[in-house]
């Protein structure tokens, strides 16, 4: 058989690999799931649907004929414009044919004398219809294009096939998409949820850089040597902590985050919280300094499935006796009474619970322009905003909200954003305007009720 099939190196010659796409298919034999990215145009995506055909081959040279793996994009557009035109050009007739059928959908179908085995080519706008199906391995192009870590794991639930007993899980994905934090934990700070801890080991990041890759041609790089900062740091330097949607991009780790100090008594205390059971509840504490206007986010309660009750008793209970908070602004869907049977709101929950709210405003830009204007530094130097860097979550999660691409000015509403809606509640108070406008005004703040 002239393109013999067999072991991995003869493999390899047929998949035609940089060095770094070959190291990346090498750590395929020690790691189920990997992320290949980082950058743009390193041959991530020609490395997953070539990686398919490699990965089935070596199935059926290990005897496993006809084989089914998919490779997703997430949505129809992309994976043609991605994937499907580049099977049609790059993939030799030798190799098999590409074809829709209705018990495979669009897919590419590797000749029998290669074993047979089919590369699905599909898209993600409805995850849940592949719970049901088996599949070898699954490869993503753009993996940070996901914004729920949800879809993760429900594809990891369709990683089976009889015979096969490691699956695996490939992505290729440039930073700078609403999935970037829930992706870069896992692959880039190996941080991961109890649920994963013991799949801990079967990760690995690879970087891809576009230096990787011999065949890019001289516009290309030139296009990426002329980009704007933040976007040149994401897709030529592959850096995961910068992306052009990043909704504050004023936020430094360095500056913003400080040592927990004593909070001078008479500073004015007040509270945050957004609401959640399934999804996260947050509560942030915040002080603002009188003399001049600094705000200190300095406790943080952070947790998911607790009730009403068991909330605000927890924020009761965080709260010293001698601490006055002068209010607790909360989202205002906590009035709401959800059923019918439902006599009581979360609001009068709390209160039962001893913990009196005021609603908050949920004007979501106004919001997000007091979070940015708070981030700016104030006449002695330093920012309007200081967080503990006890608030683990605020700290977390803020620098990675993204904008929503369909409402440039918003944040994403799909990413994880309680300890950022905790702290534009908990803003509620504060005047909109830029800093010498409120130099004019009296004191915006004195204006609250107390
Ligand atoms: N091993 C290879 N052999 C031949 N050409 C390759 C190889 N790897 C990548 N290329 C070519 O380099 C170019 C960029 O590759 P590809 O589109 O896979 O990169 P990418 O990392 O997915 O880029 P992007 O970040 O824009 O999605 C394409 O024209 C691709 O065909
Ligand atoms: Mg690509």
């Not at 919280?273 to 942030?284: E, Q």
């Not at 010293?320 to 019918?340: G, K």
């Not at 981030?375 to 006890?390: A, I, R, S």
Request: hydrophobic letters at 35%.
């Amino acid at each position: 058989m002239e393109h013999a099939i067999g072991d991995r190196l003869e493999t390899i010659n047929v998949l035609g690999f940089t060095p770094r796409q070959a190291e990346a298919w090498a750590q395929l034999a020690s790691h189920r799931f990997l992320l290949y990215g980082g950058a743009r145009g390193g041959g991530k995506s020609r490395f997953l649907r070539w990686g398919g055909i490699g990965l089935l081959m070596d199935h059926a040279a290990a005897g496993r004929r006809g084989v089914v793996g998919a490779l997703f994009c997430s949505t129809y557009p992309e994976l043609r414009d991605r994937q499907v035109s580049k099977i049609e050009m790059e993939f030799p007739k030798w190799l098999g044919d590409l074809r829709d059928s209705q018990q495979f959908g669009l897919a590419f179908h590797v000749a029998e004398e290669y074993g047979g085995g089919v590369l699905q080519l599909r898209n993600l706008d409805d995850p849940s219809k592949y719970k049901s199906s088996e599949f070898a391995f699954i490869l993503i192009d753009e993996l940070t294009q996901i914004a729920d870590p949800a879809v993760f794991h429900t594809l990891r639930g369709s990683l089976r096939w009889a015979g096969v007993r490691r699956p695996q899980f490939i992505a290729a994905s440039n930073p700078d998409g609403p999935g970037n934090l829930w992706v870069r934990q896992l692959w880039i700070e190996r941080d991961y949820p109890p649920e994963l801890q013991p799949l801990a080991d079967e990760f690995c990041f690879v970087q891809s850089l576009p230096t990787d890759n011999p065949h890019l041609d001289d516009s290309y790089w030139q296009d990426l040597k002329t980009l704007p900062p933040d976007l040149r740091r994401a897709w030529l330097e592959g850096d995961w902590y910068v992306f052009s949607g990043q909704a504050f991009k004023s936020w430094r780790t360095e500056r913003h985050i400080i040592k927990p100090f004593e909070i001078p008594m008479h500073w004015l205390r007040f509270r945050g919280i957004d609401w959640g059971y399934a999804s996260p509840f947050c509560c942030l504490w915040i002080a603002r300094n009188p003399d001049n206007g600094r705000v200190v986010v300095y406790r943080e309660l952070y947790g998911k499935e607790l009730t009403d009750r068991q909330q605000a008793r927890m924020i009761a209970d965080l709260t010293p006796q001698d601490e006055r908070i002068s209010t607790s602004y909360a989202d205002p869907s906590m009035w709401a009474r959800s059923t019918l049977d439902n006599v009581t709101s979360t609001a009068d929950q709390y209160l039962a619970a001893g913990v009196q709210l005021t609603q908050a405003d949920n004007n979501r830009l106004n919001g997000k322009r007091k979070i940015d204007r708070l981030l700016e530094d104030l006449p002695d130097g330093k920012p309007g905003l200081l967080v503990f860097e006890t608030c683990s979550n605020l700290i977390r999660t803020l620098p990675a909200m993204a904008y929503d691409k369909r409402h440039p000015e918003d944040i994403d509403t799909t990413q994880e954003d309680h300890a950022v809606d905790a702290l534009r509640y908990a803003l509620t108070s504060l005047r909109e305007g830029s800093p010498r406008q409120e130099k004019k005004q009296a004191n915006p703040w004195m204006e609250m009720k107390l």
